[in-house]
């Protein structure tokens, strides 16, 4: 997957699930401002894999920011090698290079003097395009972030929402269709609602394009939720822990870690998995709506169940039938109580665990056409969390034992 | 002879020092906001440039203008080339200073986007800082223009052109037949030019200045 890599930016657009971004290698990359004891970022080294989003988390001041920006040498590093996609970062033209990054800043950053079409046109611009494409182009770019051309091309900054700036920076980033996009703390003057509305935009975006994305934050619930791999960095941007987030949450490598995660890890944990990665109880007794009641009861009493679950004619669960009001009902679509939230395969489990508490008991689950697919339980929540943390329980053996 | 009759009866002589002392004013404004804009440019990253800069302007600007004039007659001699030097001096400060105003409050994030997306480091001024500050070098540029206006009067001492030889033909013939005529045809003339201009630089801002940051 990784091979079929897009390098050009020269906006070759990518290939519905082709791999468009390229990696990113930091060597032994050091900060030092003139006059301070210390460097600023220390022999930072990194692989950044490419079309995977790597987020760096930290408290405010421990450089995150700065080994970004060095990257595409907003900062020049002191010492050390960056290489993207192969190529050494330090020996190009700084402008050059810059062009070739995509770079979205909290606040968007956008040119107030410029319509929104003009500032998506800078890059394409700088490139040398062709009038005709960067115009396409443009059109395109809109789309893919969700605002319409028609009605936005000729508006100014001052004139959209905070989350419709952003989008505009993301698509102003994305223009010249680069392999690597920096984005710092993109989403950070944006309220809640409208942020996690982004970030959802954001990864829907990353599905089509497989950028390489490095994304800085201070919020470790958005790099949960973003994030392919977490870097959480410390003082001098040393990295703390360098993995996916479900390891980082099942076993923080060490105390600044875990106090950074914060409490709560096994719930966001549970923001990570989807209903369809967890087994399902399957044995549960259903019944269709016109199957008779007292038939219904007969087979429950047999199997020594209390329950039923009713499906409708087009096998979507619709309701739960007690025996004990199995001998009253008239027929099985009116019979026991309604359902009330129901969870699908595709939601987490964070998600199913609010309906179970809700319900007070097992949910019903449905696949992709509302149809039945089995019933979640909180034991079953309760193992997958224990079995993660052992899993990941020996992630840092290595590193106690030194 | 009232006022009128004095102004038909001289109004090709009249209209053509108009003419001479708005042409004065708008070039010599035209040479301080260049040399303005390339002061501001040089100095407004460095906060003790600018301060050196800044005050430097103002200390011309206190020099009274006759005071000036005669400084400047001794070395350039008499005619439009001390007036056209005194004229420029005056208008470097307001332009200077609402160039480094202008391109200071320029958002940093903005300049660090530009920086950060390709621009070098000329296009980020000429595209992006310049274009923002614009507004706030064109206020200077207007100040400048209304504050010359006045001083090209006293410029006629030095025997430069426009409406001042009016007012100083007025001054030193104090008592005779037009002095009054004069003095009021050099002083609202000036006045009538200067709305004028105002007018003019109204009609500037409103096609240069980019909808996106008008007020």
């Known amino acids: 997957m990784a091979d079929r890599t897009v390098t050009s930016a020269e906006g070759a657009t990518s290939i ?35 079309g995977k989003i790597v987020i760096f988390v930290g408290p405010s001041g421990c450089g995150k920011t700065t080994t970004m920006r060095m990257i595409n040498r907003l900062i020049e590093p002191t010492s050390g090698r960056i290489t993207i996609g192969g190529e050494d970062a330090l020996k190009l033209n700084a402008d050059t290079l810059r062009r070739k990054i995509g770079y979205a800043i909290q606040q968007a950053g956008l040119f107030p ?22 115009e396409a182009r443009v059109e395109e770019m809109m789309d893919l972030v969700g605002l319409d051309p028609k009605e936005f091309h000729g508006r100014y900054p001052r004139q959209l929402s905070g989350g419709q700036q952003q989008r505009v920076g993301v698509a102003r980033a994305l223009a010249a269709d680069p392999p690597v996009l920096l984005m710092d703390e993109p989403f950070g003057a944006v309220d809640p609602i409208t942020r996690g509305n982004l970030q959802d935009e954001l990864l829907r975006l990353q599905t089509e394009l497989k950028k390489t994305i490095v994304f800085v934050t201070h919020d470790f619930d958005e790099a949960v939720k973003l994030g392919d791999k977490i870097a959480v960095l410390g003082n001098q941007s040393s990295i703390l822990q360098y993995d996916s987030p479900d390891a980082i949450l099942a076993n923080p ?19 990570l998995l989807r209903v369809r990665d967890v087994e ?17 009861r007969e087979q429950l009493v047999k199997r020594g169940k209390h329950f039923v679950l009713v499906l409708d004619s087009r096998n979507r669960p619709s309701r739960w039938v007690h025996t004990r009001e199995l001998g009253t009902a008239a027929t099985m679509a ?69 | 002879m ?82 056209v030097i005194a004229l420029v001096l005056y ?46 070098i064109l206020a200077g540029m207007r100040v400048a223009t209304q504050m010359l206006m006045g001083i090209e009067v006293i410029a006629a001492y030095a025997k430069g052109p426009g409406l001042g030889g009016e007012v100083f033909s007025a001054l030193s013939n104090a008592g005779s037949a037009n002095d009054v005529n004069q003095a009021v045809t050099g002083t609202v003339g000036v006045i009538i030019l200067a709305l004028i201009l105002e007018g003019i630089y109204a009609i500037i801002a409103r096609l240069t200045v980019s909808r996106g940051v008008r007020g």
């Open chain 1, 16 to 50: 519905d699930g082709a791999v468009s971004g390229v990696e990113i290698e930091l060597e032994k990359v050091t900060k030092r401002y003139p006059g301070t004891k210390d460097p600023a970022v220390n022999e930072f080294s990194m692989v950044v894999p490419a």
């Open chain 1, 334 to 402: 009116t019979a026991g109580r309604p359902l009330g939230d129901l969870v699908s395969l595709q939601s987490t489990l964070q998600d199913a665990l609010e309906a179970m508490l809700a319900e007070g008991g097992g949910v019903p689950v449905t696949g992709p056409r509302g149809e039945y697919a089995g019933v979640i339980e909180l034991d079953t929540v309760m193992s997958t969390i224990q079995k993660i943390r052992e899993e990941h329980a020996d992630d840092h053996q290595e590193e106690d034992q030194s």
């Open chain 1, 280 to 296: 399902l109880k399957t044995d549960v007794p259903t019944a269709k709506e016109d199957e008779s009641p007292a038939a219904v």
């Open chain 2, 2 to 83: 009232n006022v009128f009759e004095y102004i038909s009866d001289r109004w090709s002589s009249i209209s053509l020092q108009a003419w001479l002392h708005t042409s004065a004013v708008v070039q010599c404004t035209i040479i301080a906001a260049v040399l303005g804009v390339l002061i501001g440019v040089a100095v407004y990253r460095s906060p003790i440039g600018s301060a050196l800069a800044t005050a430097l302007a103002s200390t011309i600007l206190t020099i009274p203008s006759f005071a000036l004039l005669g400084l400047l007659i001794p070395i350039f001699g008499l005619g439009s080339r001390p007036a």
């Open chain 1, 253 to 271: 490598a060490n105390d600044t870690v875990a106090g950074f995660v914060g409490a709560g890890a096994s719930l966001k944990q549970l923001t």
């Open chain 2, 91 to 136: 208008g470097l400060l307001p332009i200077v200073r609402n160039t480094i105003v202008g391109l200071g409050g320029v958002d940093p994030a903005i300049s660090d986007a530009a920086k950060g997306i390709g621009m070098s480091r000329l296009g980020v001024l000429s595209r992006v800082e310049l274009r923002l500050a614009w507004p706030a």
């Open chain 1, 113 to 134: 003097h410029f319509t929104v079409e003009q500032n998506i046109a800078v890059v394409p611009g700088l490139l040398g395009w062709d009038k005709k494409r960067v």
